[in-house]
């Protein structure tokens, strides 16, 4: 049976996505922005040193940026067009190319600027041509290394944020599956449906910590998981829990990374009620201000000489540290004691969860 099942599984070819292409997307505004004020900048500095009697030749100032912006402009239209392809590449051979297309381009803009500038018939200043090709050589080969350096910064960030994940995912304390599994066999007997359905929380919850492949998921889905976890602590605590949700209408798409909000709950529990004889009340909220979402955990301050803050700091520092990955500066995590009430907070862009698990493209 698991013989026919391998040979009836579908092989996987691999294949490079363009979005893991090391030269960025020179198709979004942003990335046509930085290339015209570097190579502008670039201009400038050239202008600077060929002058002589003063501090910037103008007349050859604004003929170098012309000729600039157009191979600029040109070659990254090209490598725009062919970025798919390219990514099909192995690195080397996407670099040649690109190579190429940027010294064809200059060659061409060369050969038309010196036919109009200086029109000899016959007449090719081939030095200067060769001068030029050698420039944008050198210039070429710099950029990519950096945009290569700088894919490689992303990759080690991204792979970096996967551990962090991971760590995070197999915080599920030992002690909540034996406290949730003795629950669950003393309802066997007495409410079976209820046990039933403690089983299939419990099982989406391990669910939850093995999927590592989406980046971001819909608000509604991680609300879902808490409820989830929520109701098996509910049927332990009984009335020492008590829950109070404000979750405003038209946040369900909502885009955020997948066990954000349960770990801040699941401390909460641990840190905040379970603590405390009397138990005490969980509050999660979430409303929309603007462009920003807000999500609030808060529940009773935990007892000075509670233990554990160390796993409450990780798991805080974990989930701030993917917020930054995925969303940058935007994205904010605090928290807060105010009148014995602990509250974490955080601030996420207003955006809505793609259907792969890839964060959306961000607006230029």
């Given at each position: ?181 003795n629950t669950i066999a003393s309802l066997i007997s007495v409410n079976p449906e209820r046990a039933e359905d403690a089983v299939l929380d419990l099982s989406e919850l391990f669910r939850a910590s093995l999927r590592t492949g989406d980046r971001l998921i819909p608000l509604s889905a991680e609300l879902d998981l808490c409820r989830r ?132 493209a961000r607006s230029e």
């Amino acid at each position: 049976m698991a013989a026919r099942q391998n040979r009836e599984r579908p092989v996987q070819v691999s294949t490079m996505n363009d979005a893991d292409f090391y030269v960025p997307d020179l198709c979004r505004v942003r990335a046509v922005f930085m290339l015209v004020v570097t190579s502008e900048l670039l201009v400038l500095v050239l202008s600077i040193v060929q002058a002589q009697n003063h501090w910037i030749d103008w007349n050859y100032f604004g003929l170098l940026s012309l000729f600039v912006q157009w191979t600029v402009l040109t070659s990254a239209a090209l490598i725009c067009l062919l970025r798919r392809w390219l990514s099909r590449l192995t690195i080397p051979r996407a670099t040649t190319v690109i190579v190429a297309i940027v010294l064809l381009d200059v060659l061409a803009f060369s050969l038309f600027a010196d036919s109009v500038l200086h029109p000899r018939p016959g007449v090719v200043a081939w030095q200067g041509v060769a001068k030029k090709l050698l420039l944008a050589l050198l210039i070429t080969l710099m950029v990519l290394r950096y945009f290569y350096l700088q894919f490689q910064w992303q990759q080690q960030r991204e792979s970096e944020m996967q551990a962090r994940l991971t760590a995070l995912q197999a915080r599920i304390h030992p002690h909540f599956l034996f406290n949730s599994m003795n629950t669950i066999a003393s309802l066997i007997s007495v409410n079976p449906e209820r046990a039933e359905d403690a089983v299939l929380d419990l099982s989406e919850l391990f669910r939850a910590s093995l999927r590592t492949g989406d980046r971001l998921i819909p608000l509604s889905a991680e609300l879902d998981l808490c409820r989830r976890y929520l109701a098996i602590e509910k049927l332990r605590l009984e009335d020492r829990l008590t829950l109070d949700w404000q979750v405003e209408d038209g946040l369900d798409q909502q885009a955020i990374p997948p066990l954000t909000l349960q770990p801040l709950v699941e401390n909460a529990i641990y840190h905040g009620i379970q603590p405390r004889p009397n138990g005490g009340t969980v509050k999660i909220e979430a409303y929309r201000r603007g462009q920003s979402v807000y999500l609030m955990v808060q529940n009773p301050r935990p007892a000075p000489d509670h233990g554990g803050h160390d796993g409450n700091r990780m798991a805080l520092a974990n989930i701030q540290s993917r917020l930054h990955a995925l969303f940058g500066e935007p994205a904010v995590l605090k928290h807060s004691h105010q009148n014995d009430i602990y509250t974490v907070t955080l601030r996420l862009p207003w955006q809505k969860a793609s259907g792969n698990g890839k964060p959306p493209a961000r607006s230029e």
